[in-house]
């Protein structure tokens, strides 16, 4: 997991040729971004989110083997959980999607507002679009980069 400010995201340049291209292309399109936009076919591509925030019970959080995400909050501000799958039950698996839905504990509670970004790699599981004081509408961008399969 890396949370951090968007003006540092070339800081993680060179861990993964697919995060590179992801990286590259916020630096220089971000503000682009409406709908989805395919930057490297099914390696790497993003899509333009607007929705409600939710309370917590009504989120889950989810996991993917094969891709990591990048969430950049454009506007608004939703509260994000982290935790590592041990610390989860799994509730749904869906492995031809890359998309397993969990319950449990969170380990890492954040907010993500405009300017922040959040990345979370194959196996960590990420409780999104929970509202912070009350539900607010967002508008999020969400960077899909396959990283080398891991076992889960």
Known sequence: ?????????SRYLRLDDNLDLA????????????GH???SGEDVYVNLFSYSTVPEEEAFFEMHRD???IHIMRKGRERVAVSERSVLKEIE?????DFWKMDGICEVP??????????VFPGEAHKLKMMTDAPETVTKAVYKIRIKSQPL
Request: glycine share 0%.
């Open 93 to 97: 698996a869906h492995p031809e999607q």
């Open 67 to 69: 891709y990591a995400d």
């Open 23 to 34: 990286l590259r292309h916020i630096e220089t399109h971000l503000s682009d971004v409406s």
């Open 1 to 9: 997991m890396i949370y951090d400010k968007l003006s540092n995201v």
């Open 110 to 119: 954040l907010t993500l507002a405009p300017d922040s970004f959040l990345i």
């Open 37 to 39: 936009v395919d930057i």
